[in-house]
């Protein structure tokens, strides 16, 4: 059996049976452990059971933080950071705006949803907007020309991308 902190959906998807162990720490971040299991090593008693532990949380409500009142824009990936580090330069010496890249857009947003979810599964339009103003403003390259406020079309693509996250945890 292996043990893994999960931070990434796809971390999980060629495996059989996902376990999760919800652990008390005296820490002020809590961990979750989660197990998984090969196929192989499954027998049919331990795929029909689930077992439950009261001190899970039982709704989204139940979440362990609550909503900070500025949502930390999580650190991206190595090659990520550096495509935005020079589009901020570019756009602090021209003013030029950054010509988004799908897989850096697509990056931006998974990594976005993923820091949504420690604090909520269904947050509100408000929450949305916020998260997407302290995105432009930690990345002025990211800006929106056209839009009314810089970054309404950040604000939808989280809530499409939001509702995605929570179709696939669904299916798990």
């Known amino acids: ?30 961990s979750i452990t989660l197990q998984l299991v090969p196929v192989e090593h499954l027998d049919a008693s331990s795929v029909s059971s689930v077992e439950t532990d009261n001190t899970e949380p039982s709704s989204p409500s139940a979440r362990q933080w609550s909503w900070p009142s ?6 991206f990936n190595y090659e990520s950071e550096l ?8 756009y602090s010496a021209r003013g030029s705006h ?14 976005l949803s993923e820091e949504i979810l420690k604090y909520k599964a269904y947050p509100t339009d408000n929450d949305l907007n916020d998260v997407a103003e302290v995105l ?30 929570r179709s696939k945890l669904r299916g798990l």
């Open 1 to 30: 059996m292996e043990f893994v902190n999960l931070s990434v959906i796809a971390e999980i998807e060629n495996k059989a049976t996902l376990k999760v162990v919800y652990l008390q720490n005296s820490s002020a971040e809590d």
């Open 70 to 75: 500025v949502l930390p824009i999580p650190d």
């Open 83 to 90: 495509q935005l580090e020079k589009a901020d330069a570019e």
């Open 98 to 111: 950054l010509s988004l890249p799908p897989k850096l857009k697509s990056h931006i947003l998974e990594r």
């Open 136 to 165: 432009v403003k930690k990345h002025p390259c990211l800006r929106e020309q056209g839009s009314i406020n810089g970054y309404y079309g950040w604000k939808i693509s989280l809530k499409y991308k939001m509702a995605n996250s």
